[in-house]
């Protein structure tokens, strides 16, 4: 939770005060996973539909460790590369969440990736599949290319959020195009300053949260910066702090850059020496 005055995150018809998406993957154990998301703050997060080992080796489903009274879960299409398989594994968590009565069930995270070895969004196909979801109902959140043409063109066919990628997928890289970034968030907004934009992906440690959320951004979304560090309890602490911190500086505004020093003391009733 924010420990300041701040509006909520509004993505479509849910409302939070987290702005930290947090994905459910990675974790040596059902156990150290539901501990993160506790310590990070989330409110939602995200499962993958596909990928998901929804019953472990013991019988036990990942779904036993997630307090469904308390997050709203998030199915993304992790796995699919194409449309038709991104729309098919929706309706999937769709149906899902629908039998658990979870309110995430009227929601998708988009992805549509280009390729095995890079992660990133097919752009045609993320735009062919949106358009499909948004028509059968689903508040589409899409995992995009930092390109701002083709986050505008999301928008345009009825995205709840548009997601650009800080860098590829489990990379760390945290955000190599901070312009990028500032260009789609400003096409996004253009008329409707309340769209949400949520950095997805490369974030690597708490830096990097806070750089998103400095760049305006709305949230950050991470799986990997927490379940791969080498300490995921204290990072998950970590990353809610730095999604506050930045989320207050973003707010708050930062100082003009300068090429030269100024004073950081007054100048008038100076001490005269000698």
């Known amino acids: 939770m924010s420990t300041f005055n701040d509006s909520p995150l509004r993505l479509g018809r849910h409302t939070f005060h987290s702005r930290l998406i947090v994905g459910t993957g990675k974790y040596a154990t059902f156990e150290l996973m539901q501990e993160c998301l506790a310590a990070s703050g989330a409110e939602v997060v995200t499962v993958a539909v596909r990928r998901e080992r929804l019953i ?5 489903s990942i779904l036993d460790y997630i307090d469904l009274s308390k997050f709203t879960i998030l199915p993304n299409t992790a796995g699919c590369f194409t449309a038709e398989d991104a729309v098919r ?23 549509v990736l280009g390729d095995k ?16 979801l948004v028509a059968d109902g689903f508040q589409v959140l899409c995992y995009s290319t930092d390109d701002p043409i083709t986050a505008k063109r999301l928008k345009d066919a009825g995205a709840t959020s548009v997601m650009p990628a800080g860098s590829p ?9 901070p312009n990028n970034i500032r260009i789609c968030h400003e096409y996004l907004k253009e008329g409707d300053p309340d769209y949400p934009v949520i950095v997805d992906a490369g974030v690597g440690t708490a830096s ?11 949230g950050v979304l991470l799986n990997t910066g927490i379940a791969g560090a080498k300490d995921a309890l204290t990072m998950a602490h970590a990353m809610r702090l730095a999604c506050q911190a930045g989320r207050a500086a973003s707010l708050a505004g930062r100082i003009p850059k300068k090429l030269y020093a100024t004073a ?3 100048e008038a009733g100076v001490i005269a020496l000698g």
């Open 264 to 266: 950081s003391s007054p």
């Open 169 to 177: 997928i489990g990379s760390g890289q945290g955000i190599l195009n």
């Open 89 to 111: 594994v929706a309706r999937l968590g769709r149906e899902i969440l629908t039998n658990l009565e979870n309110p995430g069930a009227d929601w998708v995270k988009l992805e």
């Open 117 to 132: 070895k890079t992660l990133l969004p097919d752009p045609v196909a993320t735009l062919e599949a949106t358009k499909q």
């Open 208 to 218: 990097d949260v806070s750089v998103a959320m400095e760049l305006g951004c709305d």
């Open 56 to 60: 472990d080796a013991q019988g036990r």
